[in-house]
């Protein structure tokens, strides 16, 4: 049981390149969702998705974009990435009402 | 919107000397307090869920209580091992609203030998 895995763990972008972070998960489970992590900000969530074929903005969505094509699938896009978007990204799945499960984490370094 | 905070930012402790993190929380309707811990460059691992104020769950050394405000987590009798850092977070009925968790900074917890 892999539970939640994501591609890459690691990543350098020139500034103004894209990319595609993958999340799966194995569980069955209905939500998913994006956070990055910086220091002294804690975990805020990007965007979210509540089942297959939906999507949602989070707290800080601007510079990305996500699709749930597949319900054990969840990417997050960066269509022009910026040094802001240097950041430790973490995805997460959830069945309704229950705890969340996360990933081993991306970290991304937008140079 | 909801909100949450956890102090102190870090703690230092000597192996066996107990003590509690604390978790504040604003929320529109308390749905969980979830707390979860993060040792470094890994994604944070699932402790406890909390529903209810009065409501406590124990794993090991690690106890979490509720109010209608604020969480503890008491670590009784730490060892090096429960180093890492202690995340907080809360999903509310924020209708509408991410549906998602809020999490806290964060406690950084050091347990020296």
């Known amino acids: 049981n892999a539970g939640v895995t994501q591609t890459p763990k690691f990543r350098v972008l020139k500034t103004g390149q894209s990319m595609t972070l993958l999340c799966a998960q194995d569980m069955n489970h209905e939500y998913m969702y994006w956070y990055r992590q910086d220091p002294g900000m804690g975990l805020r969530l990007i965007h979210y998705?509540?089942?297959?074929?939906?999507?949602a903005k989070g707290e800080v969505p601007d510079g990305y974009n996500v699709s749930r094509l597949k319900k054990q699938n969840f990417l997050l896009g960066l269509e022009s990435a910026a040094p802001s978007q240097t950041s430790v990204y973490f995805c997460a799945s959830r069945p309704s009402r229950k705890e969340a499960f996360f990933g081993q984490g991306t970290r991304l370094t937008v140079v | 919107e909801d909100q949450v905070t956890q102090s102190p930012e870090a703690l230092r402790l000597q192996e066996g000397e107990s003590s509690s993190l604390n978790c504040s929380y604003t929320v529109s309707g308390l749905r969980g307090l979830f707390w979860y811990r993060q040792d470094p460059g890994k994604g944070p691992e699932f402790l406890f869920t909390?529903?209810?104020a009065g409501e406590e769950k124990e794993k090991e050394r690690l106890k979490a209580t509720l109010t209608k405000k604020e969480s503890f987590l008491h670590i009784t009798a730490p060892k090096p091992e429960d180093s890492a850092t202690y995340l907080c977070a809360v999903q509310g009925y924020s209708g509408g609203g991410a549906d998602g968790l809020t999490f806290g900074k964060g406690t950084h917890l050091i347990i020296q030998p």
């Open positions: 909390l529903y209810s």
């Open positions: 998705s509540v089942g297959e074929g939906t999507t």
